[in-house]
């Protein structure tokens, strides 16, 4: 997720570069022009037409977030995964912008999950802290029975 150092671009690269993002603001200025714009994307021109910097950064701040969350998640996914560390039951919520809350109900007495699942949040938290983003891992055995919390959405696995 590390952005290039402009001196590791050829001019060429750059110019193809800056090429495309001119394109790309002429078809939509000719789309906004005909009507034709999706709508997310009309509303966010005539804001920074309007000079609505609130809901601009408002809507980065969305954006942005859902990118991380989503790598979040999945890299969190995969390094379970790799840990042959998926717990009986698992579930997540997003507790704000920036933080992913799970809960993960384990066999009895499992140490293993247990610590596979701790290690996992630690080494997704050590590549996302950066980026202001975390995880936090609720760990609970069968024999707690404590049902996963209403607002928490049960992952399945496919």
Known sequence: MEL??????????????????????ETDRLTMLTDTTPPDKKEMYIDMMAGKLDKLAS???????????????ALYLKELDTRNAFPKK??????DFSKVLVWAEIEDDNEE?????????????SMFRKYRFDIATTV????????????YKQFKAK
């Open 4 to 25: 290039l150092a402009s001196n590791d671009l050829t001019k060429e690269e750059i110019d193809n570069w800056f090429d495309e993002l001119v394109a790309s603001f």
């Open 59 to 73: 809507s980065v701040r969305a954006s942005t977030s859902q990118f991380f969350i989503e790598q979040l998640v």
């Open 90 to 95: 698992l579930a997540f919520e997003l507790s």
């Open 113 to 125: 999950v247990e610590d596979n699942l701790i290690l996992a949040e630690a080494k997704i938290n």
């Open 140 to 151: 609970v055995e069968s024999s707690d029975s404590i049902p996963i919390p209403p607002h």
